[in-house]
């Protein structure tokens, strides 16, 4: 049987720290929101092609998703 002491045994060790540093998130935020609002761009265009129209889409997607979740870390809203 588990009890309390085990679990808090299992958890303890060294905290959660980010990949980037909390100073770069606001950059960071920006430089992918910029990517991605280029991208967006080049996808609103783009009317011939198929596979570019899907290929812009796919990679304005990716940066404006990241630049969404280092915005609110940038706030201080840790998820």
């Known amino acids: 049987m588990t009890t309390a002491l085990d679990i808090d045994a ?3 060790g060294t905290p ?3 990949v980037f540093s909390p100073n770069m998130h606001p ?6 929101a ?4 280029v991208y967006a761009g080049k996808f ?3 009317r ?4 570019r129209e899907v290929l812009f889409a796919g ?3 990716a940066p404006l998703g990241l630049a969404a979740v280092l ?8 998820l």
């Open 71 to 78: 915005g609110v870390q940038a706030l201080g809203l840790y």
């Open 27 to 32: 950059m960071l935020a920006l430089v992918f």
């Open 59 to 61: 990679v304005a997607s």
């Open 48 to 51: 011939a092609d198929f596979k």
């Open 34 to 37: 910029s990517v991605g609002l």
């Open 44 to 46: 609103a265009v783009t």
């Open 10 to 12: 299992l958890w303890a």
């Open 16 to 18: 959660f720290a980010p």
